[in-house]
C-alpha cells in the first residue's frame, strides 16, 4: 500500500467568476487605465483561475444591459458584480459626467435588481458611492437580495485602490457567498489589508438575516 494511501483529496476549487462594468476614467481616448490587469492576475491564480467577464460601458442604456444580463440565471458562475466607475455619494457616473441621465444611484441600481442578487456580491469600484446612511444600503440589500456589498465612503487614489480590489476579490475567492463568509472575508481584509482598508475608508455591509 503506498504510504500516500489514505491521505484525502484536496476539496475541489469552485472560483467565483467576476462581471466587471467598467467606465471611462479620464475621458480621453490616448489614456487606456483599467483594472482589467487585476481581472488576468486573479484569472492566473493557482488553484483558482477566476473566469471574469469585462465590458466597458459608457452609457446608461448600457450600463443597464449589461446588469440585467449578469442578473440572469445563466450568469450563476459569475456572483460577483465588479462596477468600476467615477463615483459620488449614492451614485455611480456613467460616461459624461455632464450628462444628468448619466448618473445611477444606488437605489435605481436595486430597482433594477429586485429580487435578483441572492448569493451574490456588489463591490462599487468608485469613489464615495457607499458614503451613504446604512439605512438606504440595507434597503437596497432586502431589495436585490444580495448577501453584501462593498466600496469606499470617500475620494481614493486610482492605482491604490485598485491594488487594494486585488486583496478584496481574493478574499471573495477563499470563503463563500454566505453571510457568515462575508464576515470572514471582512476579517480577512482587515488583517491583510486593514491599514489600507482604514485610508481607502472602505466599507462592507453584510445583508442581515
Not at 494511501?5 to 476539496?11: C, G, R
Not at 444611484?105 to 448569493?119: I, N
Not at 476579517?187 to 462592507?204: E, N, S, W
Amino acid at each position: 500500500m503506498s504510504r500516500d494511501a489514505n491521505v484525502l483529496p484536496a476539496p475541489r476549487v469552485i472560483p467565483k467568476g467576476i462581471f466587471c462594468l467598467e467606465g471611462d476614467w479620464w475621458g480621453k481616448l490616448h489614456k487606456g487605465s483599467s483594472v482589467e490587469p487585476i481581472l488576468e492576475l486573479l484569472h492566473q491564480w493557482d488553484p483558482y483561475y477566476v473566469p471574469y467577464v469585462r465590458r466597458d460601458v459608457a452609457t446608461r442604456s448600457e450600463f443597464e444591459y449589461y446588469v440585467s444580463r449578469w442578473a440572469q440565471k445563466s450568469m450563476a458562475a459569475y456572483p460577483i458584480l465588479y462596477l468600476a466607475f467615477h463615483g459620488k455619494s449614492s451614485e455611480l457616473t456613467i460616461g459624461d459626467r455632464r450628462v444628468a441621465e448619466n448618473r445611477v444611484s444606488v437605489a435605481e441600481l436595486g430597482d433594477m435588481l429586485e429580487g435578483r442578487c441572492h448569493g451574490r456580491m456588489i463591490y462599487f469600484g468608485s469613489c464615495d458611492t457607499l458614503d451613504l446612511h446604512g439605512n438606504s444600503i440595507n434597503a437596497f440589500l432586502r431589495k436585490t437580495g444580495a448577501t453584501a456589498v462593498c466600496g469606499y465612503r470617500r475620494d481614493v487614489e486610482w492605482l491604490e485602490a485598485t491594488a487594494f480590489e486585488l486583496v478584496v476579490m481574493s478574499a471573495m475567492q477563499i470563503h463563500s457567498m454566505t453571510r457568515q463568509g462575508a464576515a470572514a472575508m471582512r476579517r480577512r481584509i482587515d488583517h491583510r489589508a486593514g491599514v489600507l482598508a482604514k485610508a481607502l475608508r472602505f466599507h462592507m455591509v453584510i445583508r442581515k438575516p
